[in-house]
């Protein structure tokens, strides 16, 4: 049976997330000491000088290929990971390695005292394709939503005194610096860190709620992410956000649009917001931007832009010419009409496979994504899913406890698709 990617959705609920955030408990869950972590005759190096922020999987990378990836031992695994939705054109790629030897050839840093082109003419793509007037370039996600952040508040400052608080929606994730932790709804990043940025705050995925907190007066931002990624792989309902879209309008409030994970391509348009007929005031870009190299975008309407003066924003990095002449090629690539439908049909046939893996072994309680970004929710912790899949030679990774996240390469064909499949559907 033919299901399009929507009515695959399960309701939001399927895997329940805390329904209020209580940051009075402090029960964070401990992890394992350094040596605990079992270490394979693979790992050629110990990562003894790097701080144990992440848990990192027993297994050195060395190269890759295409949807490939091979650890130190020639071991290779089918990357439905691509590091965490960056690696959209998969690994030595040779038109994105050709791109990348052409910029290295030029300049590679200079400053934002001075203009140069790539930088000029990646922004002038942006605002050719998307909702937005005007880019402001930085160098991560986190980074992006903050900057966000502030241009949201300086513009509304313009509009009255006290209108300068911030809303993000439960099960929300927006980075890790002060004010995006501020808005990322995960009580063990947030509570070893408080007190953390001021005036932003979390609302339920409730229309009725967001109508109750959003004073024209005093409210500036809602940001969302269109599809919630970390949050468990949830597609936002159509028309919620249609309908937060109305009464952001209507209070004046800036809706923001995080499309740092869901953006770029994943979800089968060049950006996720086009699926709900419906255009952002801000939008966040990220991960897949420059192909690996870090860079994040701000794109935004000339009204909120020109609230900003200058020196009021910065960063160092921000949009120099190596990096953005290696993303001029990469958005170029996933703006292609046929790329994309590439992704929407490979993305619909994938779910459907996932719904009948669901069906075939009883162990999938729910499926949720679109395009190339997948969730499904599992009898038992997702870990053990994720570690099993990598003896197998597959790569997936987590969003919260029970959810096993799938974001292939965009350029996966059918046949890799359907090998991943085959992968996880003998894990299960
Ligand atoms: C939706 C979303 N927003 C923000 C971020 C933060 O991006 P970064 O890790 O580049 O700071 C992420 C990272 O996973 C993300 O998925």
């Given at each position: 049976?033919?299901?399009?990617?929507?009515?695959?959705?399960?309701?939001n609920?399927?895997?329940?997330?805390?329904?209020?955030?209580?940051?009075?408990?402090v029960?964070?869950?401990?992890?394992?000491?350094?040596?605990?972590?079992?270490?394979?005759?693979?790992?050629?190096?110990?990562?003894?000088?790097?701080?144990?922020?992440?848990?990192?999987?027993?297994?050195?990378?060395?190269?890759?290929?295409?949807?490939?990836?091979?650890?130190?031992?020639?071991?290779?695994?089918?990357?439905?990971?691509?590091?965490?939705?960056?690696?959209a054109?998969?690994?030595?790629?040779?038109?994105?390695?050709?791109?990348m030897?052409?910029?290295v050839?030029?300049?590679?840093?200079?400053?934002?005292?001075?203009?140069?082109?790539?930088g000029?003419?990646?922004?002038?793509m942006?605002?050719?394709?998307?909702?937005?007037?005007?880019?402001?370039?930085?160098?991560s996600?986190?980074?992006?939503?903050?900057?966000?952040?502030k241009?949201?508040r300086?513009?509304?400052?313009?509009?009255?005194?006290?209108?300068n608080?911030?809303?993000?929606?439960?099960?929300?994730?927006?980075g890790?610096l002060f004010?995006t932790?501020?808005?990322?709804?995960?009580?063990?990043y947030?509570?070893?860190?408080?007190p953390?940025?001021?005036?932003?705050?979390?609302?339920?995925?409730?229309?009725?709620?967001?109508?109750?907190?959003?004073?024209?007066?005093?409210?500036?931002?809602?940001i969302?992410?269109?599809?919630?990624?970390?949050?468990?792989?949830?597609?936002?309902?159509?028309?919620?956000?249609?309908?937060?879209?109305?009464?952001?309008?209507?209070?004046?409030v800036a809706?923001?649009?995080?499309e740092?994970?869901?953006?770029?391509?994943?979800?089968?348009?060049?950006?996720?917001?086009?699926?709900?007929?419906?255009?952002?005031d801000?939008?966040?870009?990220?991960?897949?931007?420059?192909?690996g190299?870090?860079?994040?975008?701000?794109?935004?309407?000339?009204?909120?832009?020109?609230?900003?003066?200058?020196?009021?924003?910065?960063?160092?990095?921000g949009?120099?010419?190596?990096?953005a002449?290696?993303a001029?090629?990469v958005?170029?690539?996933?703006?292609?009409?046929?790329?994309?439908?590439?992704?929407?049909?490979?993305?619909?046939?994938?779910?459907?496979?996932?719904?009948?893996?669901?069906?075939?072994?009883?162990?999938?309680?729910?499926?949720?994504?679109?395009?190339?970004?997948?969730?499904?929710?599992?009898?038992?912790?997702?870990?053990?899913?994720?570690?099993?899949?990598?003896?197998?030679g597959l790569?997936?990774?987590?969003?919260?406890?029970?959810?096993?996240r799938?974001?292939?390469?965009?350029?996966?064909?059918?046949?890799?698709l359907?090998?991943?499949?085959?992968?996880?559907?003998?894990?299960?």
């Amino acid at each position: 049976m033919t299901v399009p990617a929507e009515t695959l959705t399960a309701p939001n609920d399927a895997i329940s997330l805390p329904a209020v955030l209580d940051e009075v408990v402090v029960d964070v869950p401990t992890r394992a000491p350094v040596a605990d972590v079992p270490v394979t005759s693979s790992a050629s190096s110990t990562t003894d000088a790097l701080m144990y922020t992440y848990k990192r999987a027993p297994v050195e990378i060395e190269r890759g290929e295409g949807v490939y990836l091979f650890d130190s031992e020639g071991k290779r695994y089918l990357d439905f990971v691509s590091g965490i939705a960056v690696n959209a054109l998969g690994y030595a790629d040779p038109e994105l390695q050709a791109a990348m030897h052409a910029a290295v050839e030029g300049l590679v840093h200079v400053s934002n005292l001075y203009r140069t082109a790539p930088g000029e003419r990646l922004a002038a793509m942006l605002v050719e394709r998307s909702f937005a007037d005007k880019v402001f370039f930085c160098n991560s996600g986190a980074e992006a939503n903050e900057g966000a952040f502030k241009f949201a508040r300086r513009w509304a400052r313009d509009l009255g005194p006290a209108k300068n608080e911030i809303f993000s929606l439960r099960g929300a994730f927006h980075g890790r610096l002060f004010g995006t932790l501020a808005a990322t709804d995960r009580r063990n990043y947030r509570i070893p860190f408080r007190p953390l940025a001021g005036g932003i705050s979390i609302l339920e995925r409730d229309i009725d709620d967001i109508a109750t907190a959003l004073d024209a007066e005093t409210a500036a931002a809602l940001i969302l992410e269109p599809v919630q990624g970390e949050g468990g792989v949830r597609v936002l309902d159509a028309g919620f956000v249609r309908e937060v879209r109305a009464l952001t309008k209507e209070r004046n409030v800036a809706l923001i649009f995080d499309e740092i994970q869901c953006g770029l391509g994943r979800t089968g348009t060049l950006f996720a917001y086009e699926r709900f007929g419906i255009e952002p005031d801000i939008m966040t870009l990220a991960k897949p931007i420059a192909a690996g190299l870090p860079m994040g975008a701000i794109l935004t309407t000339k009204e909120i832009a020109s609230s900003v003066k200058p020196g009021e924003h910065g960063t160092t990095f921000g949009g120099g010419p190596f990096v953005a002449s290696v993303a001029l090629h990469v958005v170029e690539r996933l703006s292609h009409p046929q790329f994309l439908a590439h992704v929407r049909e490979n993305g619909a046939w994938f779910g459907q496979q996932l719904q009948e893996i669901a069906q075939r072994t009883g162990r999938i309680r729910a499926v949720r994504g679109v395009g190339y970004m997948w969730g499904i929710d599992i009898m038992g912790t997702a870990a053990h899913v994720v570690n099993q899949a990598l003896e197998k030679g597959l790569l997936v990774c987590t969003a919260g406890e029970y959810t096993v996240r799938m974001l292939p390469p965009l350029v996966a064909t059918r046949d890799e698709l359907a090998r991943g499949l085959a992968l996880l559907e003998d894990v299960l």
